[in-house]
């Protein structure tokens, strides 16, 4: 994750959005890097900044929000503050998103082959006959039987499932250096979702592009994450690589968290549940924004913890359960 | 209710009490009728026919007395059909209802009535099912004195302490929905339905729309309230470690059919249909390890021209020509366990259809 600098890095985002009711932190600090061909997990439950620190990347927070402070920078090219024009230029191009819901992305009175063949024009000059030879062919990719037809079609003439893939193949169109999927698979049926998760990790791996996973589910990044990120009131608590995070928790929110889900408890007993319920942003306390739901909070904690990095891993937590910071692993 | 009447006809095992709720080859089909349009055209000719889709075909399931019953299924399955027939929501076009070991429709009226008020549900979806503009003491306490359990006079009072039974704060009774988080909320409809004293509660994906945090929070209420309370429970959700954890027996429905049956862990251990086996093969798992997801092919298909047969057979990798023609029906495959499937050996004991 070292040699020529990484893809997508992302150095203490601040996404602030100026309503009425007071100043929403909705992303306070964030920072992360992506090296080409990751995925990472980015966890964390609703109004944790998950799906704002994706918007933010993608240059889509509209107003009353506004990124208030740090950079963002796709290989070594910064994005904040760049213009409309240059940032349409990169988005659906070097950037792509998939969102929940699959009429984010889907005009519902467009035919899918002009949806698709337009996201190629936009960007390139090339015939209206080659651009639809690559929209079939990325519809292939996505495992979507008779293509042809299906180019001939509305979406109200597709399933869920159906839409959420065409949805990705237009996000893969244009070959992205870095897809963020928000949720994308967390309104499918189990069956569904399995085909998703396989055809993303099958794109991701051949096209070589980075992806970021925002969702709540512990479950789905475990099997295909690299590294995992966790989120809570606008700030990340936790990252390090998938496996360390899963088996060796450091901050008491991520270990409440993977306690709360149903096979890590006995059948039949009380699940360990994390008390009380996510602050609202607009009045978050002062110092750690866990300490009023945390087990372990102590005197220190209404100071807000710094970041402790250290050999890949890093924890905001003044008595973490692992001992990240001082004696990494070798 | 006078307990369990002598005249029941016997069932499989005699022995156990006449189960709380049974739903006796329960159907609803849902016809959408030709409109003008369609009869204009076929007075020429066209042929237009009325759609008629089979939500629920012919399913039998029995919930004993306390017992926690997971009804699992992908959306279209007809999960959720099944539970509104179970609390009588929707009336079914075919099959019985028994409550008790009663026929619900050979009651009596008041008696029937009576019967009605010990089912209630817990809907999915804390924002859709709560009336905006009702405060949460009416919400709670309208049912109660409806059904006179209650003069007007005590509501306030009684509501605070069905808020308190389900961890809200009395207090914030004068409120309104809006004002409340979604695990509020949720919790808002389970005190609605416990309001009326019930003793069968359908819970159709109750925690489906809840953070993980949250949902561990509401499905360690719904336990202590079992225990409590001595409450039983048709839980349907979509989530199968929710269902694992917390069910004792599991039905798996797929369009409209129930294709496997038995005890969680028998069941979860051992799955005996291909279908339970692709489900299975899809959950997730927090075990930190990289691995392929390998799909079950293809979608469900839709429910207004189901494939003949097996409904499954286009799907499974094992499917053989009978499964394309005839259509399987749930054979007793352990004790306590059937399953749908040709390809499933019979328990020696015989088939039940």
């Known amino acids: 994750m070292s040699a020529p600098g990484p893809l997508l890095e992302v150095a203490g985002l601040r996404t602030h959005f100026f309503t009425r009711s007071g100043v929403v932190k909705a992303v306070d600090d964030v920072s992360f890097a992506l090296a080409r061909g990751e995925v990472l997990g980015l966890v964390g439950e609703s109004g944790s900044g998950k799906s704002i620190t994706g918007y933010s990347i993608m240059g889509l927070v509209d107003p009353p929000g506004r990124i208030v402070a740090g950079s963002i920078r796709l290989s070594g090219r910064e994005l904040v503050g760049l213009g409309h024009e240059e940032m349409r230029r990169l988005r659906g191009n070097r950037m792509a998103m998939v969102f929940q819901d699959p009429m984010m992305t889907l005009n519902p009175v467009m035919r899918i082959d002009r949806q698709m063949t337009e996201t190629i024009r936009a960007h390139e000059r090339v015939s209206a006959a080659a651009a639809r030879a690559r929209a079939r062919a990325a519809l292939v990719a996505v495992g979507i039987p008779s293509p042809d037809e299906r180019l001939a079609s509305y979406p109200h003439q597709f399933s869920g499932g159906m839409r959420q893939r065409v949805a990705i193949a237009i996000a893969l169109l244009n070959r992205p250096d870095v897809v963020i999927a928000d949720e994308p698979t967390t309104a499918l049926d189990v069956t569904i979702q399995g085909q998703i998760l396989h055809e993303m990790q099958k794109l991701t791996r051949d096209a070589g592009a980075a992806l970021i996973w925002i969702t709540h589910d512990l479950s789905v990044v475990a099997g295909l994450a690299d590294r995992i990120a966790v989120m809570y009131a606008g700030r990340i608590v936790e990252h390090g690589r998938c496996a360390d995070v899963l088996s060796q928790p450091a901050h008491p929110y991520t270990r409440g968290l993977l306690d709360s889900v149903p096979s890590r408890n006995p059948r039949g007993a009380r699940l360990r549940q994390i008390p009380g319920m996510t602050p609202s942003l607009a009045a978050l306390p002062e110092g750690c924004a866990f300490r009023e739901r945390c087990p372990r909070a102590g005197p220190a904690c209404a100071q807000a913890p710094a970041m402790q990095e250290s050999g890949g891993r890093g924890v905001r937590c003044h008595d973490p359960l692992a001992a990240v910071a001082a004696t990494a692993g070798p | ?353």
């Open chain 2, 1 to 353: 209710m006078s307990a369990a009447s002598a005249g029941v006809a016997p069932r499989a095992d005699p022995a156990r009490a006449a189960p709380l709720v049974e739903l006796r080859s329960i159907s609803r089909r849902f016809v959408k009728p030709v409109d003008v349009a369609g009869r204009i055209a076929n007075a020429f000719g066209a042929g237009v026919r009325e759609e008629v889709v089979h939500a629920v075909d012919r399913v039998s399931i029995a919930v004993q007395p306390g017992e926690v019953v997971g009804l699992v299924g992908e959306s279209g399955c007809g999960k959720s059909t099944l539970g509104r027939l179970a609390v009588g929501l929707l009336a079914p076009t075919g099959g019985e209802r028994m409550w008790r070991g009663e026929a619900l429709d050979a009651m009596p009226r008041e008696r029937r009535r009576a019967a009605q008020l010990r089912m209630q549900m817990i809907f999915q979806d804390p924002y859709a099912s709560l009336n905006p503009r009702m405060r949460v003491v009416d919400i709670v306490g309208e049912a109660p004195v409806v059904h006179g359990m209650i003069t007007p006079r005590q509501k306030v009072e009684y509501v605070g302490l069905q808020l308190n039974r389900v961890g809200l704060d009395p207090t914030l009774m004068r409120r309104f929905p809006h004002q409340f988080s979604g695990g509020q909320r949720a919790r808002i409809g389970i005190a609605r339905a416990l309001a009326v004293k019930p003793e069968f509660l359908v819970c159709d994906e109750s925690v489906a729309a809840l953070d993980v945090s949250i949902q561990a929070q509401v499905l360690n209420l719904f336990m202590d309230l079992r225990a409590a309370l001595d409450l039983t429970y048709l839980f349907i959700s979509h989530d199968l470690g929710v269902v694992r954890h917390i069910s004792d027996r599991v039905v798996i429905m797929y369009l409209g059919r129930v294709v496997e049956s038995g005890p969680t862990e028998a069941l979860f251990g051992d799955p005996a249909h291909p279908y339970t086996r692709a489900l299975l093969a899809g959950v997730g798992s927090v075990e930190p390890r990289k691995r392929s997801f390998a799909p079950v092919r293809g979608e469900i298909p839709s429910p207004l021209a189901p494939p003949p047969g097996c409904h499954f057979h286009p799907r499974c990798p094992h499917a053989v020509a009978r499964c394309r023609e005839e259509a399987p029906v749930l054979t007793e495959i352990a004790p306590g366990r059937a399953a749908a499937c040709w390809l499933v050996e019979p328990s020696p004991g015989g088939r039940r259809s």
